[in-house]
């Protein structure tokens, strides 16, 4: 059940799972502003949310650190792979719960001086970076008054990134990745697909719902979808729904807006059960 950021929650440590094959996983949703700092602070309570509620992998939205009031805000918030408050606060925030945690996506330098890699970062629960995918598809939009073109400041990678951890065989993909089912056949495998995602109101409420449940039945896997969603200062409007979705297609939990945790357990037993029912994986033919 999605948990709204007022929300009570309880303390109690014994709500974390210990059930063989199945783990509690988290996606945060948020309506991130200009400032690092203050991104930063909500994102540790709301982690400190998911972690109460027995989380051990929890997935941040994109652009989780900044959402600026200008396109070029994320340019002069770059950091260095390895290094910066971003890096560091991601880290820290891990190996203190002991969870494994994805950053949405931070602005890492590239050799363009006037654009950043937008990378989805993964750290696991030592606090070690494990994981780096910088965003292979850039978000082109123009429609009446929206207009948006990641290509102006960010470089692409070119890259599919997996990863095993101790919740399955990892995808990482962010936000209008979702729209290039390819990418996701490209992973050949994967327990879970990562989406952190910024999708304009626009966008997402025509096709966030049914781009998302189509990964998860196409690819017979959990999809943790962590979103933006609200208003921003820069007068963007995001979509949200975070969810998480079975492999079935059933979403299991979502938040519609505003701040909060989206919290759902997986079922390794269960997946793997869908995948010998339906072995679609294995009927494939190109």
Not at 65 to 88: F, H
Not at 190 to 196: E, G, K, L, N, T
Not at 208 to 220: F, P, V
């Amino acid at each position: 059940m999605a948990i709204k950021s007022r929300d009570k929650v309880s303390k109690n440590k014994n709500n974390k799972q210990s059930i063989p094959g199945i783990n509690r996983i988290a996606a945060i949703q948020m309506a991130s502003g200009p400032y690092v700092a203050a991104n930063l602070s909500e994102a540790e309570r709301l982690i400190e949310i998911a972690v109460n509620q027995g989380a051990k992998l929890i997935a941040l939205p994109e652009y989780f650190a900044i959402m600026g009031l200008k396109d070029t805000d994320k340019v002069a918030a770059r950091e260095k792979e390895g290094s910066g408050p971003i890096q560091r606060f991601l880290s820290k925030t891990a190996k203190k719960h002991e969870v494994w945690l994805i950053g949405g996506s931070v602005p890492l330098e590239c050799d363009n001086p006037d654009k950043v890699r937008n990378a989805c970062l993964v750290y696991d629960d030592k606090g070690k970076q494990v994981a780096r995918y910088d965003k292979v598809h850039l978000f082109g939009f123009d429609q009446g008054n929206e207009h948006y073109q990641e290509k102006k400041t960010i470089e692409p990678g070119d890259a599919v990134v997996t990863l095993d951890t101790p919740f399955g065989r990892l995808g990482l993909s962010i936000c209008y990745d979702l729209r290039f089912p390819e990418l996701y056949r490209a992973m050949s495998g994967v327990d879970i697909i990562a989406v952190p995602s910024a999708f304009t109101e626009t966008t997402g409420k025509a096709h966030w719902e049914t781009l998302i449940r189509a990964r998860a039945i196409e690819n017979l896997c959990y999809v943790l979808a962590p979103a933006q969603g609200g208003y921003h200062a820069s007068g963007r409007e995001t979509h949200g729904n975070s969810m998480i979705v079975d492999p079935w297609g059933v979403i299991q939990d979502r938040l519609s807006r505003g701040s909060g945790v989206v919290i759902s357990s997986i079922n390794t037993a269960y997946l793997q059960s869908l995948r010998k029912s339906l072995p679609a994986l294995k009927h494939r033919k190109l």
